[in-house]
């Protein structure tokens, strides 16, 4: 529209010249000429504004956006990797633990471990698990439940290759990005301006699991329900969040189905991916996606506690290959960027959310 104006404007300019010299005629063209000029630079300054206007409805999240380290993030998932498999009462779990129990504490989180019994599905014995759970703010009793698993599957059961079903199995995406989202949200923690307190709660045992059919999953985050109701603590959880396989290479978060389905939970979901659409991060599709059954059904169902469920459930994509519980769940698919923009995502609603 705008080079069109300029065509017609200098056409005039042109016949105008091309007369026989009357000068009011010339005058009378100048006129039109320059209402015509005046006409196409409102409509450039017109466009322009529309651009701008464009330009903040599709904004595009940079990692400069947000103070959440992506990068330290990976390099904590990598590090957590580093250790083996992470199988709950294992000596990789209690690694684990002791790696995260210094790390948080040295941010100045207060860690307290909530032990618990579980009968193991393959010995039938007695087994140790436990919680990890760290504090920040804990003078605020309404609070906010960040929370993940940090166990893997005993197996890479999915995996293709029947030969490699006993394989070590890392767990990079499902397991590990939790725990290294959670250790890099730590440092945002202690200058977090909210009415809220913020309680990051590793679930131990969510996938204890050696035959699907046969074993119980989620005994962590059961177990910890269970108690918030049984013995309930001064404080109150106004919100859970999980987070669930964010490390994703090829990040898409759809809206889960069961978080949706919640009247008390729905409001969060929405929230949640409204503050990832004014942030620009177009990774959280505003689609309901896969019904996931995980650790946010017990703190819900049990505990009450309005939870949602991020979980980019398809990785690497929907309809490719699947390195969901394989021998690929490895760093290599995980990114640094999904991490950054997951956590850009959470910290700034973290910072904003008010009841
Ligand atoms: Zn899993």
Same mark, same amino acid.
């Given at each position: 529209?705008?080079?069109? $104006? ?17 000068? $009011? $005629? ?95 599905? *393959?010995?039938? *014995? ?12 804990? *003078? ?41 989202? &959670? ?10 301006? $909210? ?23 989620? &005994? ?78 017990? &703190? ?46 959470? &910290? ?8």
């Amino acid at each position: 529209m705008n080079a069109k $104006s300029t065509a017609s404007t200098k056409a005039l300019f042109q016949s105008a010249s091309a007369g026989e010299q009357n000068r $009011s $005629s010339y005058r009378f063209f100048a006129i039109l000429g320059i209402c015509f000029a005046l006409a196409a630079v409102g409509l450039a300054m017109l466009n322009r504004q529309s651009g701008t206007e464009a330009a903040q409805v599709a904004r595009v999240f940079k990692p400069s956006d947000t103070p959440f380290n992506g990068q330290r993030a990976y390099g904590f998932l990598k590090e957590i990797c580093a250790i083996g498999p992470r199988i709950a009462a294992t000596e990789g779990m209690r690694k684990q633990q002791e790696l995260l129990k210094a790390h948080f504490e040295k941010l100045g989180g207060r860690v307290t471990m909530q032990e618990f019994q579980a009968r193991h599905p *393959e010995s039938g *014995e007695r087994v140790n698990l436990a919680n990890m759970i760290v504090e920040w703010h804990p *003078e605020r009793k309404n609070r906010i439940l960040l929370c993940a698993h940090y166990d893997t599957r005993p197996f890479p059961d999915e995996e293709p290759n029947p030969r490699l079903r006993k394989a070590p199995f890392i767990g990079a995406n499902d397991g590990a990005s939790g725990a290294a989202f &959670l250790a890099e949200m730590a440092y945002h923690m202690p200058k977090l301006d $909210s009415r809220f307190g913020v309680d990051f709660v590793l679930f131990d045992g969510e996938e204890l699991v050696y035959d699907g059919a046969r074993d119980p999953y989620f &005994l962590g985050s059961e177990h910890f329900a269970r108690e918030y109701v049984a013995k309930p603590p001064e404080h109150r959880y106004r919100w859970g969040v999980l987070v669930d396989m964010i490390a994703d290479k090829e990040l898409q978060l759809y809206r889960e189905v069961n978080s949706m389905s919640w009247p008390d939970t729905r409001p969060l979901v929405l929230d949640i991916w409204e503050t990832a659409r004014q942030l620009g991060v177009r990774e959280f599709i505003h689609r309901n996606g896969h019904e996931v059954r995980d650790d946010h059904l017990p &703190l819900r169902n049990i505990g009450r506690i309005p939870t949602c469920d991020i979980i980019d459930f398809d990785y690497p994509r929907p309809y490719g290959p699947n390195y969901w519980h394989t021998t690929k769940d490895i760093p290599e698919n995980c990114s640094a960027e999904s991490l950054t923009k997951v956590g850009a995502v959470i &910290l700034a609603w973290l910072q904003k959310v008010r009841d």
